[in-house]
């Protein structure tokens, strides 16, 4: 008889298991539940010309893992200029991604093992793309800004924003790892004008209780950030700096678990009324974390109501520790100092919540007496508990109450949980050295991190040529 494998559910006791189990039905029915009410909102609003009778239904429009598709059929509809920008789509069982291997082509977890460019030429593709953002931004924002919008531009304009916010991201990111205190400052501006112009874009254009929405000044506004030369003289810098230092290699990242835009619009919709109910007046700090959650932060206050907008200070940290263990990110890589909380609110946005250490590191972090503390995940991770229960108990709780402690952290705002489980964890299967580019493409696509399994399925050809 087979031994048992370790880091199965058998690990788990039945009550434990059941409680697991009811957080996954519950994250689902949330979803549908939201999707019902966008679905009829969104309809109501008149803002967008739905998809002809006999196309995808709008919510079929979503890639999982964040971005957009669309049927394979339809790419003319998107007009010449999305279709320039758009070059590189995806093209995978009838669908279309507008997002391209390129939007994800400076991360080395998109290579095979021994494949990945040096950091600097990886960053390289972000500077060199730059230029693009301002020359294609007036004609893709003027066909989204119609009255209403045609459904196949509008989804066009939202996909290119999201992909000038990754490439800041991306820039951000590098920064810190540099240390550049100034340039992270830059990008910083640079990375909250563009979530604003694609929250506005997105859920305020629909959602009658949402942020502001103009849509007539969103070429002028986003010609304005993109074609700034100091923006690309900023980013030209962190390629030079990534050259000169010979940094590592999760020194640029592009690839993020809440680069999700309808699960930040989730957050808006179903945690932040909580937030104004219980501190109507209150300042608040809105905290993104760095590693997966970057731009959530960002992006949220994007979506809120000016009044809401206007107390809000927003900052970044870092203090996860799930993408080491991972194998995404090295163990000593950079991390973020003391935060002033003195008299505030503290929201700390992050993708996904499993053991909550986290956030204890942005707790400890605090400076002064918070008037309030909470964590709001995108998602929750449902699936480590059954491939990795020997997790759960590494701070010291046993299971019961880790999953106690877990469930009553993330419920704090609104009583609900999220409406998405997180794209952790199947199993862990470590390479061995020298693995063939087969086994190592089998290893990720079977592994634990399921976003990067997701992704490299969907970019299959590309990461097997590169």
């Keep these: 008889m087979a031994a048992p494998t370790a880091g199965r559910s058998e690990r788990l006791t039945t009550p434990e298991r059941q409680r697991i189990f009811a957080w996954s039905r519950e994250i689902d029915a949330n979803r549908r539940q939201l999707e019902k009410r966008w679905t009829q909102q969104f309809a109501a609003s008149g803002c967008v010309v739905l998809p002809l009778q006999g196309a995808p239904a709008p919510l079929e429009h979503l890639a999982e893992g964040g971005g957009f598709r669309i049927p394979a059929s339809h790419t003319g509809q998107l007009g010449s200029a999305a279709a320039d920008f758009f070059s590189d789509m995806a093209v995978r069982d009838g669908w279309a991604y507008l997002r391209g291997f390129g939007y994800y082509a400076a991360d080395a977890q998109m290579y095979l093992p021994g494949r990945a460019p040096s950091p600097a030429r990886r960053f390289s593709l972000v500077a060199e793309r730059w230029p693009r953002y301002a020359a294609f931004a007036r004609p893709l924002a003027d066909g989204a800004a119609e009255e209403p919008a045609r459904w196949y531009p509008w989804l066009a304009w939202l996909a290119f924003?999201?992909?000038?916010?990754?490439?800041?991201?991306?820039?951000?990111?590098?920064?810190?790892?540099?240390?550049?205190?100034?340039?992270?400052?830059?990008?910083?501006?640079?990375?909250?004008?563009?979530?604003?112009?694609?929250?506005?874009a997105s859920f305020n254009r629909w959602h009658p209780a949402a942020g502001p929405c103009a849509p007539h000044t969103w070429g002028d506004r986003a010609v304005a950030l993109l074609a700034d030369p100091h923006a690309a003289e900023v980013l030209h810098g962190v390629g030079g700096e990534l050259a000169c230092r010979g940094a590592a290699a999760d020194a640029v990242r592009a690839v993020r678990e809440g680069d999700v835009l309808?699960?930040?619009?989730?957050?808006?919709?179903?945690?932040?009324?909580?937030i104004t109910h219980s501190h109507p007046q209150a300042p608040v700090l809105l905290v993104s974390e760095a590693f997966g959650a970057m731009a959530v932060g960002p992006l949220l206050a994007g979506m809120l109501p000016a009044a809401d907008r206007a107390r809000v200070r927003l900052a970044v940290s870092r203090f996860s520790v799930h993408e080491a263990e991972m194998a995404r990110v090295a163990a000593g890589t950079w991390r973020t100092g003391p935060l002033d909380a003195d008299g505030v609110v503290v929201v700390h946005v992050d993708d996904s919540v499993f053991t909550g250490r986290t956030h204890d590191g942005l707790r400890d972090s605090l400076t002064g007496t918070p008037a309030a503390v909470y964590l709001v995940p995108l998602t929750l991770d449902v699936g480590t508990p059954f491939n990795h229960p020997e997790e759960l108990t590494a701070l010291g709780r046993d299971v019961a109450d880790h999953l106690a402690t877990l469930e009553e952290q993330v419920r704090q705002v609104g009583g609900v949980l999220p409406a998405a489980p997180s794209l952790w964890a199947r199993r862990k299967r470590p390479g061995p050295p020298g693995e063939s580019a087969v086994a190592a493409f089998a290893r990720v696509s079977g592994g634990s991190d399921r976003l990067l399994a997701l992704l490299w399925d969907r970019y299959a050809p590309e990461v097997r040529r590169v």
Excluded: I, M
């Excluded at 990111?173 to 929250?199: F, N, R, Y």
């Excluded at 309808?262 to 808006?268: E, R």
């Design 161 to 200: 924003l999201e992909a000038a916010v990754n490439d800041v991201c991306t820039a951000r990111w590098s920064a810190a790892a540099l240390g550049q205190e100034e340039t992270a400052a830059v990008l910083d501006g640079l990375l909250e004008g563009l979530a604003v112009l694609l929250a506005e």
């Design 262 to 274: 309808w699960q930040v619009a989730a957050v808006a919709y179903t945690r932040w009324p909580a």
